[in-house]
């Protein structure tokens, strides 16, 4: 990982995706080993990296490697996966989420099935910006490599993404990772590609800065002062006597924050991060269940219907024998909070058997906060049997 010197650099989250063997891991490998001689990363060999640790996330297991390097602007979490199944997964489970994507298609092969999935599933994420890498260019003739490059616009374009500014490089990760430094694909293609990733994929906004939200965990009667709220900010900062709205459970409550403690002392802000107590103007403390959320006046909203993306666990994972089909009724867990809610495949005469993925709509029996990238899963009898990710809120 990264040395110390540059962690207060903006950091992004990044992946490889792309078809089975058109060299995600061997251009990760060779990420690490170009950043590794400028002291920003520590060399991963391909071995390191398609050993992938099983990580245990709400009852899915996803084989994924998360790999830290920096470039001289930013430090990257970088995600690649050994296998199809693990990259759905990882991607609608929220495990890691990409700021942007590093789309690896071999110019042997041009684009082939899991290169269309994956790309339709980033799309339904929420990851905006795509970076092409057309790989094994150390095998083709320069037309093959153009015809592949026009190729992959036209594809961006047809999945909703910007298929005329997105970078296209092309490279050969083996050659990178054999630090060729003759070769246009070699050592200097790796350059070009983490250049285009510090100037295309933006740096996501800092979480300071955007709007607070702070899901609450407690709420509890201060006596003759009114009902403090607790919880972990999420995101942004809380001021002091900052304006607020209440939501969740089909309520919508505005009121302000007239104090902010941190370890039962009073604190002008608090950041994301940290655990508080926020004191609440004018609210009851019989209108304040956990599971509801605190936030930046006017910057949320509640509502009963959502769509998502949503994965199905497979018997050997714990999860259900039969498929689900629409109109499944079940208790849905996201952040602190449960509520029943209503799931609809679409589309609606299609099902999913237990180890697949798709779109859902959701319909939750009392209006909640859910924005998108927000993690959920449903549980029958305590047991997890699907995890997904929200996409849109409908209205
Ligand atoms: P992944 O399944 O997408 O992670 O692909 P791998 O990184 O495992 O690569 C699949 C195969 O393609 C391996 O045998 C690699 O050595 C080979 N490979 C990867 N990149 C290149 C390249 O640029 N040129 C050539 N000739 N072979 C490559
Ligand atoms: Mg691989």
Redesign the pocket.
């Known amino acids: 990982s990264p040395s110390p010197s540059v962690r207060d650099r903006a950091h992004c989250n990044v992946g490889?995706i792309?078809?089975?063997?058109?060299?995600?891991?061997?251009?990760t490998a060779a990420i690490t080993k170009i950043q590794s001689k400028k002291g920003l990363a520590e060399f991963l060999s391909?071995e390191q990296i398609?050993r992938a640790p099983e990580e245990k996330a709400r009852g899915i297991t996803i084989n994924a490697c998360h790999i830290g390097y920096a470039t001289n602007e930013r430090t990257y979490a970088h995600t690649?996966c050994?296998g199809h199944a693990d990259y759905i997964k990882n991607m609608i489970s929220g495990a890691s989420q990409m700021d942007g994507a590093i789309l690896?298609v071999?110019a042997t092969d041009g684009q082939m099935p899991q290169t269309r999935e994956h790309l339709l599933l980033a799309k339904q994420v929420g990851i905006q910006r795509i970076i092409v890498f057309i790989?094994?260019?150390?095998?083709v003739d320069e037309e093959v490599l153009e015809l592949v490059e026009i190729e992959m616009r036209e594809m961006l374009t047809d999945f909703g993404f910007d298929g005329v500014n997105s970078p296209v490089i092309c490279?050969?990760?083996?050659?990178a990772l054999r630090e060729d430094n003759e070769s246009p694909?070699g050592v200097k293609a790796i350059e070009e590609l983490l250049k285009q990733c510090d100037s295309y994929i933006p740096t996501p906004q800092r979480d300071i800065v955007a709007p607070f939200i702070l899901p609450i965990d407690n709420a509890f009667t201060v006596p003759g002062r009114g009902t403090v709220v607790v919880g972990t900010i999420k995101r942004g900062t809380i001021v002091r006597n900052s304006d607020a709205d209440l939501l969740g459970f089909n309520q919508n409550l505005k009121t302000s924050v007239s104090d902010i403690q941190i370890f039962r002392k009073s604190v002008p802000q608090a950041l994301a991060g940290e655990n508080v107590g926020a004191l609440l103007r004018g609210i009851k403390i019989s209108a304040v269940e956990r599971g509801m959320l605190l936030c930046a006046t006017g910057s949320e909203d509640i509502s009963n219907h959502f769509e998502g993306s949503m994965y199905l666990l497979s018997r050997s994972e714990g999860g259900r024998v039969k498929p689900m089909l629409s109109k499944y009724i079940q208790q849905l867990f996201s952040m602190t909070w449960n509520v029943p809610a209503r799931i609809d495949i679409v589309p609606s005469e299609a099902m999913l058997m237990p180890g697949e993925h798709g779109q859902v709509r959701v319909t939750l029996l009392r209006k909640m906060v859910m924005t998108p990238g927000q993690a959920f899963t449903i549980r029958e009898n305590g047991a997890t049997v699907a995890t997904g990710m929200i996409t849109q809120r409908l209205p």
């Open positions: 490889t792309g078809h089975v063997d058109h060299g995600k891991t061997t251009l391909y398609d690649d050994p690896v071999a790989n094994k260019a150390d095998l490279g050969s990760a083996l050659l694909f």
